[in-house]
Nanobody, 122 residues
Framework: QLQLVESGGGLVQPGGSLRLSCAAS????????IGWFRQAPGKEREGVSC????????NYPEYAKDRFIISRDNAKNTVYLQMNSLKPEDTAIYYC???????????????WGQGTQVTVSS
């Protein structure tokens, strides 16, 4: 069964950091771009970051460019999203998904994980 599983979410204080993981089972991530999306209550799902199959990372929204770092470890079949200087507005469910090429558009992605909750609050 092809599956993506996110982990690493939780409750963190403003200014703190979290590292999210996206692990694949049933297939290898080597040939795929992996994107991270997030969805806050009452808002649409938005693309946050993506890493190509060759390891080139892209952060889409302005708020992510200086605070989020995406990386991949193909040996572990896992992609990571390091999030620093977290703010309450970063509170959302974070999803990872696979695609052939990076895109900020969710319809371009074919496999999705179930998501991991990130809550930034004091």
């Amino acid at each position: 069964q092809l599956q993506l599983v996110e982990s690493g979410g939780g409750l963190v204080q403003p200014g703190g950091s979290l590292r999210l993981s996206c692990a694949a089972s049933g297939f290898t991530l080597d040939h795929y771009a992996i994107g991270w999306f997030r969805q806050a209550p009452g808002k649409e799902r938005e693309g946050v970051s993506c890493i190509s199959s060759r390891g080139a990372g892209t952060n889409y929204p302005e708020y992510a460019k200086d605070r989020f770092i995406i990386s991949r470890d193909n040996a572990k079949n896992t992609v990571y999203l390091q999030m620093n200087s977290l703010k309450p507005e970063d509170t959302a469910i974070y999803y990872c998904a696979s695609a052939y090429v990076c895109s900020p558009a969710a319809p371009q992605y074919h496999y999705w994980g179930q998501g991991t909750q990130v809550t930034v609050s004091s």
